[in-house]
Nanobody, 128 residues
Framework: QVQLVESGGGSVQAGGSLRLSCTAS????????IAWFRQFPGKEREGVAA????????YYAGSVKGRFTISRDNAKNTVYLQMDSLRPEDTAMYYC?????????????????????WGQGTQVTVSS
């Protein structure tokens, strides 16, 4: 059974940094994607960043490019989201997701509709 567990959320002032972690158990796909999403109250989840498990290619939403960095530690089966220069508008629940269906491509890496496995989320709050 696949489990994704996020950690590292919290409260920070604008301009500060947080590092989120997503540790996967029971998931061993060597050629797929793991991604971070966020959800604002009353809104749909939106893709933040994704990383391919084989080639380590990375993908970012325009709103976070240059401020957030996604990385992966295969030995720990963990994906990180380093968030720098945080803004109040980054306040949201952050989720990690893994495993796009067969036939998916990199164009689906930030799609919230296709991932098979999701974590429970971790709250990030940025105050001004």
């Amino acid at each position: 059974q696949v489990q994704l567990v996020e950690s590292g959320g919290g409260s920070v002032q604008a301009g500060g940094s947080l590092r989120l972690s997503c540790t996967a158990s029971g998931y061993t796909s060597s050629n797929n994607y793991i991604a971070w999403f966020r959800q604002f109250p009353g809104k749909e989840r939106e893709g933040v960043a994704a990383i391919s498990t084989m080639f380590r290619s990375t993908y970012y939403a325009g709103s976070v490019k240059g401020r957030f960095t996604i990385s992966r530690d295969n030995a720990k089966n963990t994906v990180y989201l380093q968030m720098d220069s945080l803004r109040p508008e980054d306040t949201a629940m952050y989720y990690c997701a893994a495993d796009l269906p067969r036939g998916s491509s990199s164009r689906d890496a930030l799609s919230p509709y296709k991932y098979n496995y999701w974590g429970q989320g971790t709250q990030v709050t940025v105050s001004s």
